[in-house]
């Protein structure tokens, strides 16, 4: 054989062994390791699920998953409103620390990006060898930018990049990664529902992904204003008949703003249970590819419920009997239903106290994953809570912050509640105390009883603020 082809073969041997060990390298380190699939409501209250005390919308899908798994009952959001709430899901940091802290909106669509430098959690799964996909909302970065969900750290997505577009189901187009994908919906032709869509994609990348380890963000826009359902979808007839509405007189629509709905109450039950049937489909998928023990499953919701497109979460008691919804920092507006679910390994019917919030998901999935973290964040990680094993770090205090309405701040240090309404209108706004041990609905404001209390709450909100380059998002 010819010296030259001789040491080409050789070569390629050497390659191709090289190729086996880090392959198998690869395959070790990826061995065992879960899926993880985060499933996110958009504006579902603590009170809207079954399993969560809601009496009047079926939800048997989530229900089976709490009965399944681990239901916890004092976890919160990242904050009140979409953007930074999410935010804060994605880097492990609550709202004073987050780069996003408001929905501040970018023409002509999109929201204020992530910065590049910005450590997510997509990027920490990729690091762990997951492929990443996010199929529903985004809101942490306009198209090309730099917080483009491909640009941090998801291999995959479909869906509204901008969340002020996906305040419509029936939109003009919705976006695969940076590919605009338009759709033949207008305000009087509307034959593409937005969920469904973006649910067939959802399923897609579950079967594309069923043989090696995936991490799946299901960051739905269900029940999210405005109240709209396909013609003819069989929830929204029976939930008209259940709760026998009688049509409230409409406008027609011109596309601008939500559009409105002649049968609202039917219309956010049949919303809520369509997600349910969302989940339901998901759940049934992980079945059938027999990968459901290998799948950790987390549910939540991203802010507490909605009062806008005539929603009315005062009828089915969206916040669970907490005080305030949407946009308020009291109980109703952050504290939301989470369940976790991974068979043999979370123990089925369990329920949690655990007083946690968003930023607690990323050290978690990081421990879950092996991968260190070396950033400072403000998260714990909640396995030991999870798998029932070791010791359960303890939060010292959670914080939040909220830009809109004048400011607010709130703090949770053990069972006392502290909030601050008119932070930016009013330098004399006092702090709230609450004892939920004693008052869960914060209804008996305690602060002048304990003023060294207050003094050391104040104290830690201003070490808990940092300065944002974005002036509106200071205090």
Known sequence: MHPVKQSLLRSLAIIFIL??????????????????IFILADDLGYGDLGCYGQPLIATPHIDQLAASGMRFTQFYSGTSVCAPSRASLMTGLHTGHTPIRGNREV?????????????????????????????????????GSEGDPVKQGFDRFFGYNC??????????????NDTKIDLPNTPGKQPAYAGDLIQQKTLSFIDDNK?????????YTLPHAALQLPAGDSLFEWYKHKFNEQPVAIKAWNGIGYQPQAYPHAAYAAMVAKLDNYVGEVMAKLKAL???????????????????????????NS???????????????????????????????????????????????????????????????????????????????????????????????????AVKYRVKEDKNARWELYDLAADAHETHDIAAQHPDLAKKISGLAKHAHTHSTIDEWNF
């Open 19 to 36: 190729s086996l060990h880090l392959d198998k390298t690869v395959a070790q380190k990826t061995a065992n390791r879960p899926n993880v």
């Open 107 to 143: 023409k002509p669509e999109g929201q204020w990006p992530i910065p590049d430098s910005t450590y997510t959690m997509a990027e920490m799964f990729k690091k762990a060898g997951y492929t990443a996909g996010d199929f529903g909302k985004w809101g942490l970065g306009y198209v």
């Open 163 to 176: 969340q002020a577009q996906a305040h419509n189901y029936f939109p003009d187009h919705l976006w695969d």
């Open 211 to 219: 043989s090696r380890p995936f991490f799946l963000y299901l960051s």
């Open 290 to 316: 027999h990968i459901d023990e290998n799948t950790l499953v987390i549910f939540s919701s991203d802010n507490g419920p909605h009062a806008e497109g005539g929603n009315d979460p005062t009828f089915f």
């Open 319 to 417: 916040s669970g009997g907490f005080r305030g919804i949407k946009r308020d920092l009291y109980e109703g507006g952050m504290r939301e239903p989470m369940i976790a679910r991974w068979p043999g390994m979370i123990k089925a019917g369990e329920t949690s106290g655990f007083v946690g919030a968003f930023w607690d998901f990323f050290p978690t999935f990081a421990a879950l994953a092996g991968v260190p973290v070396t950033d400072k964040i403000d998260g714990i990680s909640i396995l030991p809570t999870l798998l029932n094993k070791g010791r359960q770090q303890q939060h010292e205090y959670l914080y939040w912050e909220f830009h809109e309405n004048g400011g607010r701040q709130a703090i949770r240090m053990g069972n006392w509640k």
